[in-house]
């Protein structure tokens, strides 16, 4: 299902606000915006939705892996709190859109799982975590899952539902551009291929921030890759489930009289040894033998030192911007989330320097030493490109390596990807790959 098309920009305008990028989180945004009364656009590159919101699996939870032990311990209890809460609001606001604007989106509630074949005492150290800020959860020794499992922490009235469903019916009404890709920002002037537009309040949903400086988000999240298939024949569930096992955590849910498998996360351009379609596939032969492939397709999430992402003002030097990104892998509940917060922010001048979302956080346990170790990434790739290596990212001259699975060129510092002809798929590069003999 593709959403209605929208025209190019090709005028210069001024607006209120203009959100880059239509995604889930972009035009959440644009329509928290709008409803209160605000003069909003959205600019998107290519069509609304044709990103991560169109290749997710469609999970709307506070179950995200094994985290609030973690955030207990970095952020303490206030942080994790507003953490649980505000993604826990995310269930709810989904559900009062979609009965407000009526909407057929296959929305449904059901419970979440996070299971492992090994690790039982991390489940319960997670549910202590959780438990102890408001959420309910309980460990189960037995699932429906296929496979013989060590236990499950199940977290009740969950959501699952059809994304592109959901946004092209939020999207009606709202002032969108598409194929109209942003090719820079200055203060208040956004400039794009056919027009512009001056605005006081700048979003950037476009989700990896395509501005190096401020802010510095190239060096504060990497990429990762994971992949999907769609089976038929295999067994419909009632739940939604997420191994925490690094070499058997694989996602299931439903969708109608399909079973959705995912999982064989790596970072960009870290290309793994096995086709990790096949990986996938084998694996959901072991599970449901007589199950087969409907479709098969991969997604990429930007990945935070800290499993939280930076939703707020873009750097302390741009007043009127402000971010979504680095959502982990759980852009569905996340995108819905931002959207609330950054309204918040704009409209009712919350001051996020206390949130746990905050971009201006520094956790001094977890983001030095991501940053070294990317800068350690990014170092290697920048001396094999200056050594002759070829072809090289347009983004900051990186090495790029050759994915066989995918047939396309991927960058292991900041995860733009090509195709083997050169056209952009991801960001945050903004031109096309120039390979070697072409000329420019």
């Known amino acids: 299902m593709r959403p209605i098309e929208y025209p190019r920009l090709s005028r210069t305008m001024k607006r209120e606000a203009v959100v880059i990028g239509g995604g889930l989180a972009g035009i959440l945004t644009a329509y928290f915006l709008q409803s209160r009364g605000m003069d909003v656009a959205v600019l998107e590159a290519d069509r609304i939705g044709s990103g991560q919101t169109e290749n997710t699996t469609a999970k709307i939870t506070i179950q995200h892996g094994a985290v609030y032990h973690k955030l207990l311990s970095w952020f303490g209890k206030d942080g994790a709190g507003e953490y649980a809460r505000r993604n826990q609001q995310a269930i709810e606001d989904y559900e009062q859109i979609v009965q407000k604007e009526k909407i057929d989106c296959d929305f449904k509630r059901l419970p979440s799982f996070l299971y492992t074949i090994k690790q039982r005492e991390i489940l319960r150290q997670e549910e202590r975590a959780a438990r102890s800020l408001g959420i309910k959860c309980k460990v189960k020794g037995d699932t429906e899952l296929p496979i013989e499992i060590a236990g499950a922490l199940e977290f009740s009235d969950q959501a699952q539902f059809h994304p592109l469903k959901f946004l092209t019916a939020v999207s009606r009404g709202l002032e969108i551009y598409e194929r109209t890709p942003v090719l820079k920002v200055e203060g208040n002037r956004i400039f794009t291929p056919r027009g512009g537009v001056l605005a006081q309040t700048i979003v950037f949903a476009s989700h990896y921030p395509f501005i190096n400086r401020p802010g510095y988000y190239f060096m504060r999240m990497h990429q990762e890759r994971s992949y999907a298939a769609a089976l038929e024949n295999a067994q419909p569930l009632e739940g939604m489930y997420y191994g925490i096992d690094q070499d058997a955590g694989w996602s299931f849910r439903s ?47 930007c990945m935070t030192a800290d499993q939280v992402p930076f939703i707020g003002r873009f750097s302390r030097r741009t007043p009127g911007w402000y971010v979504a990104t680095g959502f982990n892998k759980w852009g569905m509940t996340h995108s819905m989330a931002a959207a609330r917060l950054l309204t918040e922010e704009i409209l009712d001048q919350r001051d996020e320097k206390e949130s746990i979302f905050s971009p201006r956080r520094f956790k ?18 920048l001396f094999m490109a200056w050594a002759g290596a070829s072809p090289k990212c347009p983004h900051l001259g990186c090495r790029l390596d050759w994915n066989p699975f995918e047939k396309t060129w991927e960058c292991q510092c900041h995860g733009s990807r090509f195709d083997k002809d050169g056209k952009l798929l991801a960001g945050p590069a903004q031109t096309r790959l120039i390979q070697k003999g072409e000329k420019r």
Request: glycine fraction near 10%; hydrophobic fraction near 30%; charge should be negative.
């Open 255 to 301: 969708e109608q009289d399909r079973l959705i498998i995912g999982g064989g996360n790596h970072r960009t351009g870290d290309m793994p040894e096995e086709d990790p379609y096949e990986k996938l596939l084998a694996a959901s032969k072991e599970f449901w033998p007589g199950c087969r492939p409907a479709a098969c397709w991969s997604a990429q999430d």
């Open 364 to 381: 001094w346990s977890k983001e030095p030493f991501s940053m070294l170790r990317d800068g350690a990434i990014t170092s290697k790739n």
